[in-house]
T-cell receptor, first 113, second 111 residues
Framework: EAQVTQNPRYLITVTGKKLTVTCSQN?????MSWYRQDPGLGLRQIYY???????DKGDVPEGYKVSRKEKRNFPLILESPSPNQTSLYFC????????????FGQGTRLTVV | GQQLNQSPQSMFIQEGEDVSMNCTSS?????WLWYKQDPGEGPVLLIA?????ELTSNGRLTAQFGITRKDSFLNISASIPSDVGIYFC???????????FGAGTILRVKS
């Protein structure tokens, strides 16, 4: 089954404690991206990757890092989380840059206290 | 970064009614997409539009890519309770590398 898998689904952490949210897709997609969803703001892109070892900033990259060492995985790293990073995070993948069949993961709800 | 203007923000309608929502942008888009998000889930693609003027249906859903390439609408006919959720428009700018999303329309259906 074609899917994008994120882990964990829920996470509560403390300010400053490094964390990683994993994302994996099994569709051999080149393009992957991370979004955060906040009430009234829709989905805002954090980072995207057009292929292995190719990553670029989206609209709200501050406080986040990503890596793309393999095609299927695109982890999101928060080196020093802060409360304003409390949000719902989605990973997505698609065949080409941002087009049409963007498959989304189920989301990771992160709370930073 | 740019955000699309999506309206209305929310709708509370009677089952069986038709629904209409739209998105506008200040810049030209070459792709418009409509997604639905159920509670606790990620967005799921409903309709994709690639050409100005294109009108596409998916069951009770119909969406159009505006002639100016700066707007799109989504209509849902004869709404049912399972239509409840958040609907997002998204677009790709003419020379961009990413999708830009609207803020979403929350749809509630009264049965």
């Amino acid at each position: 089954e074609a899917q994008v898998t994120q882990n964990p689904r829920y996470l509560i952490t403390v300010t400053g404690k490094k964390l990683t949210v994993t994302c994996s897709q099994n569709m051999n997609h080149e393009y992957m991206s991370w979004y955060r969803q906040d009430p009234g703001l829709g989905l805002r892109q954090i980072y995207y990757s057009m292929n292995v070892e190719v990553t670029d900033k989206g609209d709200v990259p501050e406080g986040y890092k990503v890596s793309r060492k393999e095609k299927r995985n695109f982890p999101l790293i928060l080196e020093s989380p802060s409360p304003n990073q409390t949000s719902l995070y989605f990973c997505a993948s698609s065949i080409a840059r941002g087009l049409s069949e963007a498959f989304f993961g189920q989301g990771t709800r992160l709370t930073v206290v | 970064g740019q955000q699309l203007n999506q309206s209305p923000q929310s709708m509370f309608i009677q089952e069986g009614e038709d629904v209409s929502m739209n998105c506008t942008s200040s810049s030209i888009f070459n792709t418009w997409l409509w997604y639905k998000q159920d509670p606790g889930e990620g967005p799921v693609l409903l309709i994709a539009l690639y050409k100005a003027g294109e009108l596409t249906s998916n069951g009770r859903l119909t969406a159009q890519f505006g002639i100016t390439r700066k707007d799109s609408f989504l209509n849902i006919s004869a709404s049912i309770p399972s239509d409840v959720g958040i609907y997002f428009c998204a677009g790709q700018e003419e020379y961009g590398n990413k999708l830009v999303f609207g803020a979403g329309t929350i749809l509630r259906v009264k049965s």
